[in-house]
Structure formats: structure tokens, C-alpha cells
């Protein structure tokens, strides 16, 4: 295994024991963010787009063609699932849906998988031109 797929792994379990206790209503997340301005859209941004970039990087930057657009694997995986596990918590008593979370996941997702295109870009060996 790879040095990425683990820390990808390992990133996907924090969220998880981010969002489960979340739900249950033993972890307030806004208690936690409230000292902070806006820190629970911070919050969105930095932990989606980071498991945006990890996915991302794990996966190589692969990404699926639709006609012209271009869109990476890693981010449209982790969008679809910010936004089904945003949309589930309409129906989650101890958790309350937000466009404002939405948005700043999708800002993440956008960001982050950006910074991983760059990255990928960087890592990849220089072509050997001939003498």
C-alpha cells in the first residue's frame, strides 16, 4: 500500500469520527467552532477539501471526460458524498442541513482538488529529451 491510500484511509476515518458522534448528538459541532467566526464553514472547507486532495492524489488525478468538461474522480466522489451526507442531516434531529456548509464543501472540494492537480504536475518526472 501506498503512503497515500493509507493516509487517505486513516483521513476518512477521522471524518467518520467527526460525523458519527455529530449525529448522535454527542459532539456539538457548533460549540466547537462557535469562538471562531465562521469557523464551522472553515471547518467544511479544510476537512472536505482535504479528503478532496487526498482522494484525489490517491486516485492519481484520474478523472472522467463528459463531453469537454473535465472532471476529476476524487472530487466528484467526495462531492457526492459531502452532499448526500449534508442533505441527510434535514432528517438527523440532533443535526440541522446548511447551504452555507454545502457551499464552503464544495469551495473545499473545488480548492483543494486544484492544489492536487498541482501537486500531481509536480511530482511526475521530467521527460528525458534525446542528445
Known amino acids: 500500500m501506498k503512503p497515500i491510500h493509507l493516509i487517505t484511509l486513516l483521513y476518512i476515518a477521522l471524518i467518520i ?3 458519527y458522534p455529530a449525529d448522535q448528538g454527542i459532539l456539538r459541532v457548533a460549540a466547537l467552532t462557535a469562538w471562531f ?3 464551522d464553514k472553515l471547518g467544511h472547507f ?5 479528503l478532496a486532495f487526498f482522494l484525489n492524489l ?3 488525478c484520474r478523472y472522467w471526460q463528459f463531453g469537454t468538461i473535465r472532471l476529476l474522480r ?8 459531502a452532499a448526500l451526507e ?7 434531529p440532533a443535526r440541522s442541513f446548511d447551504w452555507g456548509d454545502l457551499s464552503a464543501d464544495l469551495l473545499g472540494v473545488l480548492v483543494f482538488g486544484y492544489l492536487a492537480q498541482r501537486y500531481q504536475h509536480r511530482q511526475r518526472p521530467a521527460p528525458v529529451l534525446p542528445d
Open 58 to 60: 490517491s486516485l492519481a
Open 17 to 19: 469520527l467527526i460525523i
Open 74 to 81: 476524487g472530487s466528484l466522489i467526495i462531492l457526492s458524498l
Open 37 to 39: 467566526p465562521y469557523g
Open 86 to 92: 449534508e442533505v441527510s442531516q434535514y432528517f438527523i
Open 46 to 50: 479544510l476537512l472536505i477539501g482535504c
